[in-house]
């Protein structure tokens, strides 16, 4: 061996494996990043309530922020744009409803009901999104479709066509039986456009329940047998 030629050095027993390299990409998260998933639904919530309040255009991020209790430049950590937040809630609504009404139709209990029972819980399930406490986010879509780029309605569309088919054999078997008489898809595009109309005048501090609307709503749709 040459004077200038040398040996590795051997490692020590006890020393530790060197740090591996983490990834390039985005920075290590703090804790309340970690916790996105809870300030994202809070900043939805927050924005569906101002939406419906005071409307898309007058409602700014700094308002959703301050209603979220974070700081004015938080909603873009989660959403690139005070549109994408607005098709978030939505979508969420969206989602929502569908969840509420397979709840309903995988009630064991609903598959042994009258055409005209089942659509009772169907009519009560669909208020219960547009009327119950907290439920702001369907109503922003019927108030704020235009503010939608195409994309985004094209999505959603999916969803709303998903959620009226499960409405169709019930109004398909109210129809056979001689209770509905008006053609099912037409019966479909009435019902639900008088449901959702309801969020511009129903108020329960007049006296108004969900209950008593929904049976008020069947009387008017079918002719009982």
Do not use: C
């Not at 873009?76 to 609504?93: I, P, R, T």
């Not at 995988?106 to 219960?128: I, M, N, T, W």
């Not at 986010?137 to 108030?143: N, S, T």
């Not at 008088?194 to 929904?214: I, M, R």
């Amino acid at each position: 061996m040459t004077p200038t030629e040398t040996l590795p050095a051997a490692p020590a027993e006890d020393a530790a494996p060197p740090e591996a390299k983490r990834p390039r990409g985005r920075p290590r998260k703090t804790e309340d990043e970690r916790d996105d998933g809870n300030r994202r639904h809070e900043l939805l919530k927050a924005a569906a309530q101002l939406f419906r309040r005071q409307g898309f255009a007058a409602t700014t991020t700094r308002d959703i922020a301050n209603s979220a209790g974070m700081q004015s430049g938080s909603p873009f950590y989660h959403f690139k744009s005070k549109d994408a937040l607005l098709f978030a809630v939505m979508e969420a609504g969206m989602h929502s409803a569908l969840a509420n009404q397979q709840r309903v139709l995988g009630d064991a209990a609903y598959a042994a009901l009258s055409p005209a029972d089942k659509l009772r819980r169907l009519v009560h399930a669909h208020f219960e999104v547009l009327l119950g406490p907290g439920n702001d986010f369907v109503p922003v879509m019927l108030y704020e479709w235009r503010s939608l780029q195409r994309p985004q309605r094209k999505v959603l569309h999916k969803l709303i066509a998903a959620y009226e088919a499960l409405w169709m054999p019930v109004l398909q078997a109210l129809q056979d039986s001689g209770q509905l008489k008006a053609p099912v898809g037409v019966a479909r595009l009435l019902i639900l456009g008088a449901l959702n109309w309801s969020v511009q005048w129903f108020d329960p501090a007049k006296g108004a329940t969900v209950e008593a609307l929904g049976g008020h709503a069947v009387a008017m749709f079918i002719q009982e047998v």
